[in-house]
């Protein structure tokens, strides 16, 4: 049990930092982009493909994983801003290219490194600590580092540029804002650090396979719902930028957690997608629930008053 849980928690971290990237377009620009579900896929095959068949670095694949990544959020970048197309839309026509594209890239469904080295079990190697372990701590730095740079970004004058953007398109239009630009950095940003994820999940459950990204849009949609909540549910509740990102990767923890428990307490493994989204909605519907509730309650208490 306490492996399954350690195990969980290292996937929440890894997929915390797609989280991080899901984050950007979701809450920033108001975008359900789904080009992540191939971005994530092409992230990890572009780095399989490096370690096994040319020898790379792992490092270097991950930074591979993250460009290719960014590519493939231009293409969805350039499908919005340039030929005006819906963004959602755009997301999906990117989406259903890269399922060909990355069977392009490794030839056939899956890769596996079982034989070569890894970020993780390279420095597990190193240390003699179990990989588990490892991918825990490794991947806890490079979440810090991400919500780190992506705190600072936002605080310079493209970041807010790109904020405002999400927050009022016309306005920041009017006083001079290329919308265009900054939608096509955002989606750049968030499909490299879907990427980057990518790599780092092939390199941690040591395969690539075509389909590693297929439901990672609800996975993203879920978790940052999650530390919405849960944020909400905190004393001092959550306000800051810098708070509401670690919330996102919180709260990636937490739903792996939440799916890590279910399955030891016998679910079918195909039922999961089913549960990410039972998990998805009542995790929207608390929250209006909850609002409703309190309004009422003042309600009545100004009747009574």
């Known amino acids: 049990m306490t492996l399954a849980m350690l195990g969980a928690i290292s996937q929440g971290i890894l997929w915390g930092i797609m989280v991080l990237g899901v984050y950007i377009t979701y809450k920033l620009l108001d975008i359900a982009d789904l080009t992540c579900d191939g971005s994530l896929a092409l992230g990890g095959c572009v780095c399989a493909v ?20 960014m590519l493939a959020g231009a293409v969805t970048g350039a499908l919005h801003t340039v030929f005006d197309i819906p963004a959602i839309l755009a997301g999906i026509l990117t989406q259903i290219s890269l399922w060909s ?3 392009r890239i490794m030839g056939k469904s899956n890769i596996p490194l079982l034989k070569h080295e890894t970020i993780f079990s390279g420095l597990a190697e190193a240390t003699g600590a179990p990989q ?23 605080g310079t004058e493209i970041g807010s540029a790109l904020r405002a953007t999400g927050n009022n398109e016309d306005m920041s239009r009017a006083l001079g804002i290329d919308t265009r630009l900054t939608k096509m950095i955002a ?13 780092l999940i092939c390199q941690s459950q040591k395969y690539a396979d075509i389909g590693m ?15 919405e909540v849960l944020g909400r549910l905190t004393p001092g509740k959550l306000r800051s930028f810098s708070s509401r990102l670690v919330a996102a990767v919180v709260g990636s923890i937490v739903y792996f957690l939440i799916r890590a428990i279910v399955l030891q ?19 929207l519907a608390v ?12 309600y009545r208490k100004g009747g009574e008053a």
């Open 50 to 69: 490096l370690v096994v068949e040319h020898g790379a670095n792992p490092w270097l694949a991950l930074l591979a994983g993250t460009v290719a990544g």
């Open 101 to 103: 594209i990355n069977l």
């Open 132 to 154: 588990t372990t490892v991918v825990v701590v490794l991947g806890a730095l490079f979440a810090v580092a991400t919500v780190g740079a992506l705190y600072w970004f936002f």
């Open 187 to 199: 989606l750049m940003l968030s499909n490299g650090l879907v990427g980057l994820a990518g790599a």
């Open 213 to 227: 990204g297929t439901g990672a849009i609800i996975i993203g949609l879920a978790a940052i719902v999650i530390g």
């Open 265 to 283: 307490l016998g679910m079918d493994a195909n039922d999961m997608k089913l549960l990410s989204a039972t998990i998805v909605a009542v995790a």
């Open 287 to 298: 929250p209006v629930v909850w609002e409703r509730q309190q309004l009422r309650a003042s």
